[in-house]
């Protein structure tokens, strides 16, 4: 098996224009505007215009600039920092589109918020990411295009038709162009095993090693040792996104004492929260490599920090959606 991934997706478009007969129309709220802007290129469209503002006392307030009835409409928002806002965000664009009588809205949300409280580990907890699933059902969306969700079994929260991808294949391809040898990919902690092992079966079949990891409290992790062989390797960390980094670093000192020769960080979600650029910046790893599912200032990047593109394989998978074709054999 090739290290390339089975499907590169950073070329220019090769889709020609849509045509107006196909009533496809792309919208964006303004959670990662940039990133809705590279889709629209790579579909060879332009974004639907879009009056969004906001009251003195902060309520929000959407209106659509063009006619959508009868359209299949596509609403490209993460829901990211700050979760609250853009994730009502995304609830009344997507009842102004029901309103406007868009034949089907789709709810393309390449980071979806509030998914990390998926089960119920105690008494008198919520869970949230069926709770964000019941909202954006009830809100009108007939669809969900998700990138990368924090547990598979979210799927299921929804009773609507859910596409779900993954970041991986461009992260495959920027390693692959890297030729690292001797890899053995390495998961955070028990978790993010399955997540780990495919990641693994990707780079030819590299071994895979283990962090067992025992939380103290949301954010906080204890890193207790290591089951698998790092020394001399090139270790690569796979998690679905970086929050604070307090799990991921402690997991790059503990391959470095294992003997790790180098220590690379993949996520496909940069949430970074807190002390989280301080802490990957500060030389344990050679490189951290996230994509763009979450915007983040350029002001604010490090010398280690390398920041992938999605947007094409967004924007192909809207393609395959309002063509009907299939979305999962670009993923396999």
């Known amino acids: ?18 045509p107006e007969s196909n009533r496809l129309r792309l919208f964006s709220g303004s959670s990662n505007i940039p990133l809705a802007q590279e889709v629209a290129r790579y ?31 596509y609403l490209i928002q993460p829901c990211c920092y700050p979760v609250n806002d853009h994730l009502m965000e995304l609830l009344i ?22 998914a990390r409280a998926d089960r ?6 919520s869970i949230t990411a069926k709770l964000v699933a019941n909202l954006i059902t009830e809100a009108g969306a007939d669809r969900i295009l998700a990138m990368d969700l924090h547990s598979a079994q979210i799927q299921g929260y929804f009773d609507i038709p859910l596409d779900h991808v993954y970041g991986s294949p461009v992260i495959f391809d920027y390693l692959a162009s890297k030729k690292l040898s001797d890899l053995v990919v390495v998961s955070p902690d ?12 990707k780079l030819n079949d590299a071994p895979l090693a283990i962090i067992d990891k025992r939380r103290q409290a949301h954010n906080v992790a204890e890193v207790m040792n290591l089951i698998g062989d790092v020394k001399g390797k090139t270790a690569v960390l796979v998690d679905d ?10 997991g790059a000192k503990l391959l470095r004492k294992e003997g790790a020769r180098q220590v690379y960080a993949c996520a496909t979600h940069a949430v970074f929260s807190g002390p989280a650029i301080d802490r990957l910046s500060g030389g344990d790893f050679e490189e951290v490599i996230v994509t763009n599912t979450i915007p983040f200032p350029k002001d604010q990047h490090f010398e280690q920090l390398k920041v992938l593109s999605v947007a094409n394989l967004l924007g192909e998978t809207i393609w395959r959606i309002h063509e009907d074709s299939s979305v999962s054999i670009m993923f396999r």
């Open 43 to 73: 579909l060879g469209m332009d974004l639907g215009p879009m009056i969004r503002k906001q009251f003195a006392d902060g309520e929000l307030y959407i209106q659509i600039q063009e006619s959508i009835r009868g359209c299949d409409v």
């Open 120 to 125: 119920k580990t105690a008494g008198r907890e």
């Open 1 to 18: 098996m090739s290290l390339s991934a089975t499907l590169t997706l950073q070329k220019p478009s090769l889709l020609p224009p849509i």
């Open 241 to 250: 996104m970086i929050d604070t980094a307090g799990t991921i670093l402690e």
């Open 190 to 201: 028990v978790g993010g095993v399955a997540r780990a092992r495919a990641f693994a079966k």
């Open 93 to 114: 664009m997507i009842d102004a589109c029901r309103r406007a009588s868009a034949r089907q809205i789709t709810a393309v949300i390449p980071y979806y918020g509030y």
